[in-house]
Every structure is written in C-alpha cells, then in structure tokens.
C-alpha cells in the first residue's frame, strides 16, 4: 500500500464509541471554561496580579485548548477522572473566591445569593454561544490532525456507516452553533420587505463557501491528498455542504414564519427518514445507482454529501429555533436561569428519543444523516449550551462577590432597582468598560472562519511533511499541540490588531 493508502485505511471501517462517553467529553470544555473565569478572578483581583495580552493568551490557552488536546488523544480514557479533577479544582478555586469576597463579607450566603438572584445581566450578548462555536472550533481543528496520528483513539473518529464518533459530533456541531447566530437570527428586519431582495442576499453571501469549496477540491486533487470518500463523495466537501444549506434555508423561511423552525427541522428530518425507509434512497446512497458502489457520474460520485444535506437542513432550522429562544430579551437571572434548565430538559428528552428511534428505526448514521443522528447532534448541542449557560450563571455569582470583577466573554453585571446603589456603582467600573478584551475566546469566535481555514491549511502542510503514522505519543502530542497554539496565537494577534475576513 503507498502512504495514501495507508492514511486513508487508518481512518476508514470505524464504529465510533458510546453516546455517554462522548457527552461526558463535551461537559468537559465546559467546566474548564468555568474554572478559567475563577482563575482570572482570583489571580487578577484577589492576587493583585496583572495581566497582560501575553498573560491573558497562556492562561485562556492552557486552560482551555491544553486540556482538550489531552481529552482527544492521551487521557481519552480516564474522563470522568477528568472532570471530577476540574470540578475538585473549580470548587476550590469558588471556595477561596467567597472566602475572600469584598461584597457583602459579613452577610450569610443565604442572603448573598437573595441578593444576586435580584441582579441583571447584559442580555444581548450570549456567552455561552460564544463558547459553544469555539468549542466546536478547537475540537475540529485538533481532531482534524490528530486522527492521523496513532495516539488519537480509533473510538473517536468518524464513523463509516453507523455509530457515534466524536468527529461525527464535530460537523453537526458546527451547523448548529452557526445557525445560533445566523443573518435570521441576529438581524430579523433583514426578512422584511423584499423577499426577493433577502434571498438575493442570502445568494450573495454563499459565493465566498463557493471559492473555498472549489479550491479546496482543486488543492486536494491536485496534491493527491488522502480522502476518506464515504465521507463526502469524490468531490464533495464541507463546504458544499454549507453552500447548499445556506440556499435551502432561505427559501424555507420564505414559506415558513422564522419562530417555526423547529417544525420545519422536525417534518424535513422525519420525511427524510421515510424516504431512507421506504424508497431506494437508502440503497441509492450505500450503493449507487446501479447498486454496485459506482462512483461513475456526479450523483454517484457524491452521493453522501448530496442528499446528506437534508439532515443539516433539520440541524440548521433545530439551531435556528435555539438561537431565537435564548437571544429573547431577557436580563433577570432568574428567567436565565429557567432557560438553562429548559434547554437541559429538552436535551434529556431529545437523548430519550435517541434511544427509542435507534431501537425502533435506525442507528445513528453520520454518512446519511438520518433521523438518529440529526436528533444525537441537536441534543448533544442543548447538553453543551445548557452546561455553558450553568456555568456563565455561577461565574456571574463569582464576579458578584469581588468589587470590579470583570472576566472577559461572560455577562456584565449591570444595576437592578433592587440592589444597593453603593454596590451597584461598582458592578461594571468605567475603567473596566474600556479596557480591550484580551480574550482567545473572543477571538476565535469572531475569527471563525480565519481559524477554521488556517487550521485546514496548517493541517494539510503537517500531513506532508511528517510521517504521522508512524509517530510517536510524545512527538504527536508536540506536534498537535504547537499546531494549536500557533494557529490560536496567529488568529489573537489578529484579534488585538483588529484584522478581519468579512464576507457577509
């Protein structure tokens, strides 16, 4: 077998891991953002330690991408040692901050928490949405390297025909917190008037996924690059994936009131479903038109990444709905709070369902993107944002109990007629309000697309120049992390200096 070869067998025939374990992980980046917010706390205003951009960088990069680097590949099989160290560590962090709070020091915790859940917060910007995309981010760009490398558990890689893979969580995950904060979403007048106009828009801002499809597919073919074809198709890629959504999308909320997408996901999904059951869809897809595994004309060639879209379009309008739910004006902790909870219940629900379609219909199938893994990935999605929410809320509690505490991507605090107007002076300091945001959170989100492309690029070079295969776990392990660090830190300075790739 030549090195292509190779490359393309060690990540082909995978069945994936189990739900739980892969839940589990997802809870995991959660915490650790969490944990990063009481560092910052107390090392900045309890430790009287300052902070610089350079500060800010290692502690957001150790914090964050360091250990889900570690969860990917070495420590992929100890994660519930994993989280109970970062709660342990997060409870203790919490302990020292309360113990040495300068509000309210003499007050019972009782009536401290009284008080807070008196307090608003900045509502029109989501933390937790934030953290969301840049999860879902980072972990496709580790896993896009390291599962070429032997020390990236064969568990967590896409999956060939069924099964739940951690990577198969990364491309649905990515639709998801796109549509979160979509056009639709953050702009809703952009739908009135003209609705040729708002679909001659949405036309207009695809050409750039157009660009990158392409030269994609031509870098790809023309270097001889190893591809997994029962991935896509032979010239399919995720970008043509996201092209066609961004099309479809439109014209459905043309037809469709915005505040039904959630039916829109449901009925698209479920009568795909049918059609994989009782047509020759499903044949179609596993093995062509001539049911042979032709690969001979565009359909044939592409045949997963074409009708696969249907079950992005479900994810998409599932995102949309969710996006429309939490971006509602809400500033009262208490009304965020039920939001939290109720995305929590939906996903338990969602995962309830999982469990009864997969033993009653179909498994999951990332290939096809069936009914199962449309409703794996929203509920997955919902377990993930509800534990960030959860932890933006405990953060603010935080950030409640120190004078001036501000914590870079979380909510500010702002004044309630039912708080003190002494305390009240100081819960976001005008020195604070000014001060640059010198946050990698921030900056991977609002770099998205620079970050994704650099990491498919730096990966790609990474492939050529190293023999990944025959790596060893100390090396990979230094190879992935110095990708990650170099493509976080290009991407801030990027941030710092405000350079941006705006397309729509």
Same mark, same amino acid.
């Given at each position: 077998?030549?090195?292509?070869?190779?490359?393309?067998?060690?990540?082909?025939?995978?069945?994936?891991?189990?739900?739980?374990?892969?839940?589990?992980?997802?809870?995991?980046?959660?915490?650790?953002?969490?944990?990063?917010?009481?560092?910052?706390?107390?090392?900045?205003?309890?430790?009287?330690?300052?902070?610089?951009?350079?500060?800010?960088?290692?502690?957001?990069?150790?914090?964050?991408?360091?250990?889900?680097?570690?969860?990917?590949?070495?420590?992929?099989?100890?994660?519930?040692?994993?989280?109970?160290?970062?709660?342990? #560590?997060?409870?203790?962090?919490?302990?020292?901050?309360?113990?040495?709070?300068?509000?309210?020091?003499?007050?019972?915790?009782?009536?401290?928490?009284?008080?807070?859940?008196?307090?608003?917060?900045?509502?029109?910007?989501? =933390?937790?949405?934030?953290?969301?995309?840049?999860?879902?981010?980072?972990?496709?760009?580790?896993?896009?390297?390291?599962?070429?490398?032997?020390?990236?558990? +064969?568990?967590?890689?896409?999956?060939?025909?069924?099964?739940?893979?951690?990577?198969?969580?990364?491309?649905?995950? #990515?639709?998801?917190?796109?549509?979160?904060?979509?056009?639709?979403?953050?702009?809703?007048?952009?739908?009135?008037?003209?609705?040729?106009?708002?679909?001659?828009?949405?036309?207009?801002?695809?050409?750039?996924?157009?660009?990158?499809?392409?030269?994609?597919?031509?870098?790809?073919?023309?270097?001889?690059?190893?591809?997994?074809?029962?991935?896509?198709?032979?010239?399919?890629?995720?970008?043509?994936?996201?092209?066609?959504?961004?099309?479809?999308? =439109?014209?459905?909320?043309?037809?469709?009131?915005?505040?039904?997408?959630?039916?829109?996901?449901?009925?698209?999904?479920?009568?795909?479903?049918?059609?994989?059951?009782?047509?020759?869809?499903?044949?179609?897809?596993?093995?062509?038109?001539?049911?042979?595994?032709?690969?001979?004309?565009?359909?044939?060639?592409? +045949?997963?990444?074409?009708?696969?879209?249907?079950?992005?379009?479900?994810?998409?309008?599932?995102?949309?709905?969710?996006?429309?739910?939490?971006?509602?004006?809400?500033?009262?902790?208490?009304?965020?709070?039920?939001?939290?909870?109720?995305?929590?219940?939906?996903?338990?629900?969602?995962?309830?369902?999982?469990?009864?379609?997969?033993?009653?219909?179909?498994?999951?199938?990332?290939?096809?993107?069936?009914?199962?893994?449309? !409703?794996?990935?929203?509920?997955?999605?919902? !377990?993930?944002?509800?534990?960030?929410?959860?932890?933006?809320?405990?953060?603010? #509690?935080?950030?409640?109990? !120190?004078?001036?505490?501000?914590?870079?991507?979380?909510?500010?605090?702002?004044?309630? =007629?039912?708080?003190?107007?002494?305390?009240?002076?100081?819960?976001?300091?005008?020195?604070?309000?000014?001060?640059?945001?010198?946050?990698?959170?921030?900056?991977?989100?609002?770099?998205?697309?620079?970050?994704?492309?650099?990491?498919?690029?730096?990966?790609?070079?990474?492939?050529?120049?190293?023999?990944?295969?025959?790596?060893?776990?100390?090396?990979?392990?230094?190879?992935?992390?110095?990708?990650?660090?170099?493509?976080?830190?290009?991407?801030?300075?990027?941030?710092?200096?405000?350079?941006?790739?705006?397309?729509?």
């Amino acid at each position: 077998m030549s090195q292509k070869q190779m490359k393309e067998a060690f990540v082909s025939n995978l069945n994936g891991t189990t739900v739980l374990e892969i839940t589990q992980g997802l809870c995991f980046p959660a915490f650790c953002i969490l944990c990063r917010g009481f560092l910052i706390i107390f090392s900045q205003y309890l430790c009287s330690f300052s902070h610089t951009w350079k500060t800010r960088f290692f502690i957001d990069f150790v914090v964050l991408i360091v250990p889900m680097v570690a969860t990917l590949t070495i420590w992929a099989s100890f994660i519930l040692l994993e989280l109970l160290a970062v709660i342990i #560590f997060g409870a203790g962090l919490f302990y020292q901050i309360y113990r040495r709070r300068t509000c309210y020091a003499r007050l019972p915790f009782q009536k401290i928490l009284e008080k807070f859940l008196n307090i608003s917060l900045e509502s029109e910007y989501i =933390p937790a949405i934030s953290c969301f995309r840049v999860i879902t981010s980072a972990f496709t760009a580790i896993a896009i390297l390291a599962v070429d490398f032997p020390f990236f558990p +064969r568990r967590f890689a896409k999956t060939e025909l069924y099964g739940t893979g951690a990577m198969d969580f990364g491309v649905g995950g #990515f639709v998801f917190g796109t549509a979160m904060v979509c056009l639709e979403v953050r702009r809703r007048k952009c739908m009135e008037g003209s609705k040729l106009h708002y679909f001659t828009n949405s036309l207009y801002s695809v050409w750039p996924l157009v660009f990158l499809g392409i030269g994609r597919l031509a870098i790809i073919k023309s270097i001889g690059y190893q591809e997994h074809l029962t991935e896509y198709g032979v010239h399919w890629n995720f970008f043509f994936t996201i092209i066609v959504v961004k099309l479809i999308t =439109p014209l459905l909320f043309i037809i469709f009131p915005l505040n039904k997408s959630w039916i829109i996901a449901l009925s698209v999904t479920v009568l795909y479903q049918l059609a994989l059951d009782f047509t020759s869809l499903k044949r179609l897809i596993l093995y062509g038109t001539d049911g042979s595994g032709t690969r001979i004309g565009l359909l044939n060639a592409n +045949r997963e990444g074409i009708i696969s879209t249907l079950g992005y379009v479900a994810i998409h309008m599932a995102g949309v709905q969710t996006g429309l739910y939490v971006h509602k004006n809400r500033s009262h902790i208490k009304d965020l709070i039920k939001v939290a909870c109720f995305l929590l219940l939906a996903a338990i629900s969602l995962f309830i369902s999982l469990y009864v379609v997969q033993v009653n219909v179909e498994a999951v199938s990332r290939r096809m993107a069936n009914l199962a893994f449309c !409703i794996w990935i929203v509920a997955s999605s919902l !377990i993930l944002l509800s534990s960030l929410l959860l932890g933006d809320i405990i953060l603010s #509690f935080a950030k409640f109990l !120190i004078k001036g505490a501000l914590v870079p991507c979380s909510w500010k605090l702002i004044q309630s =007629p039912v708080t003190s107007k002494k305390h009240s002076e100081y819960l976001i300091p005008e020195a604070e309000r000014m001060e640059p945001r010198l946050c990698l959170i921030t900056a991977l989100n609002r770099k998205q697309l620079i970050f994704f492309l650099l990491s498919n690029i730096t990966t790609g070079l990474i492939n050529l120049m190293v023999d990944t295969l025959h790596s060893s776990t100390l090396w990979a392990l230094f190879v992935v992390n110095l990708y990650m660090f170099s493509n976080c830190l290009i991407v801030y300075v990027l941030y710092l200096q405000d350079k941006t790739i705006q397309f729509w």
